[in-house]
């Protein structure tokens, strides 16, 4: 399965949200955002359900874990997880439930769902997304400490984002940003400027 990445922009062209897409069945799509703006960006999607019959809702019971560095791959498979295909934005989802068993725990851990891994390179570094139950984000952490991984604080996460140019929502951008701003603008705006989405905003507005 394939992802992409997304901008949400207002009439003006300014940046509402930025986003991930991904194409999880024939009938549904995930959006992930950085944390805080799932709300806005999901009543930012509204303003463009015409006559289309689809449901648009923040899922609150799911996070991402974020796994970086040259070793992304092995880590994560040696964690017991399963590793997407190496071209951009794949991502695959494990469906047999997983069970890692926290033995050096008082009381053990048991995870017991299924996670959908997504390719998730930043520039220059390598990546791997794992998006799993919010109750079970202790669980899929250790795990992933037991197969090599360090753990990052926020400063640290910060500094390695900051130094491999990706930006942060309410951070290094906000609503009155524009997308060449952002550094997104070639990835994702040139369609925007196509003859026929400039004709049919027009025409919408006239309405």
């Known amino acids: ?37 799932a709300a806005e960006f999901a009543q930012g999607l509204e303003r463009f359900r015409i006559r289309v019959k689809v449901t648009i809702a923040v899922e609150p019971d799911l996070a991402i874990v974020e796994v970086r560095g040259a070793d992304s791959d092995a880590v994560v498979r040696a964690a017991g997880f399963v590793v997407p295909d190496a071209a951009p934005h794949r991502h695959v989802l494990d469906a047999a439930p997983h069970r890692h068993v926290l033995d050096a725990a008082p ?29 079970d984000v202790a669980t899929v952490r250790a795990s ?35 997308a060449q701003e952002a550094h997104r603008s070639e990835e994702h705006t040139s369609e925007l400027q196509s003859p026929c989405n400039l004709v049919c905003r027009l025409l919408l507005e006239k309405k």
């Open 1 to 37: 399965m394939c992802s992409s990445d997304l901008l949400l922009l207002e009439p003006q062209g300014k940046l509402r949200a930025i986003a991930r897409v991904l194409c999880v069945d024939d009938t549904a799509f995930w959006c992930d955002t950085d944390a805080g703006v």
């Open 107 to 135: 009381h053990r851990h048991v995870l017991d769902a299924a996670v959908r891994s997504v390719r998730a390179p930043w520039p220059g570094l390598d990546g791997i997304d794992l998006i799993v139950p919010s109750a």
């Open 144 to 178: 992933l400490l037991g197969a090599g991984a360090a753990d990052a604080d926020a400063a640290r996460t910060d500094t390695l984002r900051v130094v491999h140019g990706v930006v942060r929502e309410g951070v290094d951008v906000d609503a009155s940003t524009i």
